[in-house]
């Protein structure tokens, strides 16, 4: 802050433009813990655009913690699938069923109790608390460290523990103790909305004369300062297309772990490959590969799938030893897919294979599938 502003100040001018310009979102019309952790959750990683329609379908279909709670596995992942992060959905089940057998299905509206949810850290618990009881705790994420940084110009490295417990220490020094959830939401709002990575607006910020990067004419661009971000590492998969007449093979993933119980076309890593007809004693036949590998970039990781694209009259057993720790085979039927909660890369798979093999498609004049031989 700069060293001629007030902190009462602050809040009021803060306060003033969030009441008058805010964004109107789904999760802040009717504000409630529970709709704040969903919502919370949703957005870690997340633009909110994309978040608006997921968290009206998720809250029509689970409405409460008790609805959550009882929901299959596999049905919460469905309505998560395309947002991923997909640990996110199985957290935000676990605590559901946490609220209904420690707290008689009623959220906990204690900090102590919020914070013990599966999946809650300090930011998410003081995001319930705040917005959804009314409690004074600060939120710190992203946007909030990058606020902070600039309205005191600090040129500590934000990657350190000792400036990280000093803006925690700031954010909950401005905290209005009247309107915690406003005030919280109101500064991940500059965040998202003027005080942005790359343009800031400062000439159009209602907090530019607290600012102190804004009084001292320094360059907001430099601020929060951080770490050197480590390069992605690079793993190489080849992956099996099985197809047998009106089915094919799919892989459930491991329950821990990247994509966690979502299902995938089953792959092997490139080092520790063992070819695919060996897996089956021999009794499916070649139909080629996919002409370019499917890349997906996960956050620490670029992932390159090569497709082997296969063929068998029957539907064969899984022989013994599973490869990459899955928990279940399947055969599908293309039907099917709509119920699974399937894999990116499996959703990028698919279109591809469809064309590459359609000449594999039986002729039947009333076929609806879009997968060969189906
Ligand atoms: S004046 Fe600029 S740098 Fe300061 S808080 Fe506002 S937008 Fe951010």
Redesign the pocket.
């Known amino acids: 802050m700069s060293p001629t502003s007030s902190i009462p100040d602050f809040r009021r001018a803060l306060l003033a433009w969030y009441d008058r310009e805010q964004r109107q979102l789904p999760w802040r019309t009717e504000p409630a813990p529970y709709r704040t952790l969903v919502s919370e959750l949703m957005l870690q990683q997340t633009q909110v655009q994309t978040v608006i329609p997921y968290f009206e379908r998720f809250l029509k279909r689970f409405p409460s913690p008790q609805a959550l709670a009882e929901a299959e596995e596999e049905e919460v992942l469905k309505h998560w699938q395309g947002l991923g992060y997909y640990r996110r959905a199985r957290y935000l089940q676990a605590a559901a069923r946490q609220i209904v057998a420690e707290h008689q299905g009623r959220f906990p509206s204690e900090k102590a109790a919020i914070d013990a949810l599966p999946g809650v850290g300090d930011y998410t618990a003081a995001a319930v608390a705040s917005i959804g009881f009314g409690l004074p705790y600060a939120c710190v994420d992203g946007n909030v460290i990058r606020?902070v940084s600039?309205?005191f110009a600090l040129d500590g490295d934000t990657a350190t523990g000792a400036v990280k417990k000093d803006i925690q220490a700031k954010a909950q020094d401005l905290l209005d103790p009247q309107r915690p959830g406003d005030f919280n939401q109101a500064v991940m709002e500059?965040g998202a909305t003027?005080?942005s990575p790359r343009q800031?607006?400062?000439l159009a910020?209602p907090?530019?004369g607290h600012?102190a990067?804004?009084q001292k004419g320094l360059d907001?661009h430099i601020y929060p300062f951080k770490s050197k971000k480590v390069k992605p590492g690079k793993i190489d998969y080849q992956a099996l297309f099985l197809f047998a007449p009106g089915r094919f093979l799919l892989a459930k993933r491991p329950e821990k772990g990247l994509m966690a119980s979502m299902w995938e076309l089953p792959a092997q890593e490139s080092g520790h490959f063992i070819a695919w007809p060996e897996w089956f004693d021999g009794e499916i036949s070649s139909r080629g590969h996919l002409a370019k590998p499917i890349i997906h970039r996960f956050t620490h990781l670029h992932a390159t799938y090569h497709v082997a694209m296969f063929r068998s009259d029957a539907v064969l057993p899984w022989r013994e030893g599973e490869p990459a720790g899955y928990r279940e085979f399947r055969w599908v039927e293309e039907h099917e897919l709509a119920q699974l909660p399937l894999t990116k890369v499996l959703q990028k798979a698919l279109p591809l294979i469809a064309a590459a093999i359609q000449d594999e498609r039986k002729p039947c004049p009333n076929a609806t599938s879009t997968l060969p031989g189906l």
């Open positions: 606020v600039r309205l500059l003027r005080c800031p607006s400062c910020c907090v530019a600012c990067v804004n907001p």
